[in-house]
T-cell receptor, first 114, second 114 residues
Framework: EAQVTQNPRYLITVTGKKLTVTCSQN?????MSWYRQDPGLGLRQIYY???????DKGDVPEGYKVSRKEKRNFPLILESPSPNQTSLYFC?????????????FGNGTRLTVT | SQQGEEDPQALSIQEGENATMNCSYK?????LQWYRQNSGRGLVHLIL?????REKHSGRLRVTLDTSKKSSSLLITASRAADTASYFC??????????????FGTGTRLTIIP
């Protein structure tokens, strides 16, 4: 089944403890992206990747890192999480550029930082 | 900054009725997309309409685009309980840096009453 898989679904951590949220897609998509969703703010893009080894900042990249060593994987890294990073996170992929073809979303990771 | 704003923020209708949601945006766009999000899940792509198109259909969904008014509407006919979800419009426009950028609105929460 074609899908975007994120892990974990739920994560509670403490301030400053490094964490990684994994994202994997099995559709051979070129484009991958991370979003955070907060009440009243909609989805905001954190980072995106047009292809392997190519990553770019989105609208809210501060406090996050990403890597794209393989086409299928696009992990999101929080080196030193803070409470304002408590949010619902989504990974998405698209066949080409993420603008002119549909985005396929994972089921989300709900992160709480205390 | 948000490009698309959905209206209304919340909508409740009886099963079987039609549901209409609107999206207004501020600048010229290349395309506009509608997504559905069931509670706590990832977004699912519904329809993409390009700036030179005025109307598109997909099953019980009808999307219109009026570029002169900078607005779009999503009509769901003969609503079902399973249509209960949040609906987001997303616009693709040229950014200040000259590249295309996809921006999500904050969504309309649709509740279908059985």
């Amino acid at each position: 089944e074609a899908q975007v898989t994120q892990n974990p679904r739920y994560l509670i951590t403490v301030t400053g403890k490094k964490l990684t949220v994994t994202c994997s897609q099995n559709m051979n998509h070129e484009y991958m992206s991370w979003y955070r969703q907060d009440p009243g703010l909609g989805l905001r893009q954190i980072y995106y990747s047009m292809n392997v080894e190519v990553t770019d900042k989105g609208d809210v990249p501060e406090g996050y890192k990403v890597s794209r060593k393989e086409k299928r994987n696009f992990p999101l890294i929080l080196e030193s999480p803070s409470p304002n990073q408590t949010s619902l996170y989504f990974c998405a992929s698209s066949p080409r550029d993420g603008n002119n073809s549909p985005l396929h979303f994972g089921n989300g990771t709900r992160l709480t930082v205390t | 900054s948000q490009q698309g704003e959905e209206d209304p923020q919340a909508l409740s209708i009886q099963e079987g009725e039609n549901a209409t949601m609107n999206c207004s945006y501020k600048t010229s766009i290349n395309n506009l997309q509608w997504y559905r999000q069931n509670s706590g899940r990832g977004l699912v792509h519904l329809i993409l309409i390009r700036s030179n198109e005025r109307e598109k259909h997909s099953g019980r969904l009808r999307v219109t685009l009026d570029t002169s008014k900078k607005s779009s509407s999503l009509l769901i006919t003969a609503s079902r309980a399973a249509d209960t979800a949040s609906y987001f419009c997303a616009t693709v426009a040229q950014s200040n840096f000259g590249n295309e950028k996809l921006t999500f609105g904050t969504g309309t929460r649709l509740t279908i009453i059985p």
